[in-house]
């Protein structure tokens, strides 16, 4: 990868980092426009909003675990080569499980997935890698704590089968432009 | 027998340099005879590749040991995994230091083989320190966004009534479905927010419909992102993938309601 390339995506992470800030903030002088104007009414979403805060603590510090294991365990190179494994059944399946356990923003992942392609990685592996980033292992206790896990379980298996429909029909249709 | 010792200049009567691979000179010096063969090191000053230049330059000479003030564990590594043993914490003058070898003045220390197992344990330490730093970094890069959007659920809670709702969230499957999945695809950032979004909406009255669309179109499609998709895979590849990912949205949410409902009863 050239330097580029390799430096693209700091910068991009960067400006990302202060516009995560500009949201919070934003909020907070809402909060604080809110607490002159409705002070009682501001009250009761702050309690709300502390409310809120109780219930993800627990599953937040199970996020971090996870994430902590998967960061020992996955590494991206081994991401990148699951992916160019091909068009087939097992490439897809590799293709499913790369972007399962793929973290980070994905414009991190933008310029790999491009390096794939020009390397001949098919479109359809790509699309089911994208597809199957709504599938977060490292988030799936937030998520059972606020649907239960028979409802993650079953989104999930859908969201899997659903990347393998989009992925196909990415391949057949974005085929005449992009091989 | 060869001894590999870092140096700070290429002479017997130059002191030991504290850190091998980084040192000045390497010298390899024969504690029979006590001749020797020093390596300058030119990228002394730049850390890049000079531990393993070194590595290979002991390994060539056929040393056995390496005498040093430290050494990286990733040089470590690659010393006693080629057989050699490394004894550290080693200060003085070169020539001194090799007679007080030759005494046995540093004992028995480690085999190389008990070394080799202290180098894994060096390496899992280290990957250990890699993962948690960048799972702290992930971490905490949810925390702002993760923090203003709990803080907007209070603002929500509080000040939007149901009734408002309702007027956009009608009960019809399919608009809600839509509807939900609209938002997904505009609002953007880490799925962590869609999921307590989500369960905000539930609370309101909002179908589970409509926040399942919300919740697979948050990361399937993104209009946020959109422009940079388009830059590295293409244009109609971004657009078609994208719009497909909205539609999929439609049966991927009323399918999960609908199992869920006749597994839950």
New interface residues.
Partial sequence: MSMEKSQKPKR?ASQS?RY??I??L???V??GV?FVLTPE??L???????K??LN?LLPLAL??VV??VL??FVKPTQIVHLLGSGANIKGILLSVAAGIIS?????VW??L??EL?EKGAG?MP??VF??N??V?PF?LP??IA??GW??VG??TV??VL?SV??GY??GM??KT??G | MKIAISAERADLASDVAHRFGLSPYLLVVDTETMDFKALANPRATSQLGAGVRAVVFAIGEGVEVVLTGYCSPAVYNQLVSNGIKVITNVSGMVKEVIEKYKAGDFGRGLTVEEQKEQATRYINRDILARALKSSARQFVNILPILIGVVLCIGLFNAFVSKEALASIFSGNVVLDILWGACFGSILAGNPINSYVIGAALLNHGIGLFAVTALIVTWVTVGLVQLPAEIASLGLRFALLRSALCLVLAIPVAILTVMILNFITG
């Fill in positions: 991009v980092s995560m800030l949201f919070p934003l909020v907070l809402i909060y809110l009414q501001a009761v979403a702050l309690k709300s909003s502390g809120v805060c993800i996020v971090f994430m902590l960061n020992l973290m980070g923003p994905i414009y933008y310029p997935l491009k392609r479109n790509i699309a994208l597809y980033r709504a977060k988030l937030v998520m606020y649907f028979v409802y079953i989104l859908l969201t659903a429909v989009n029909l990415v249709f974005a432009k992009t």
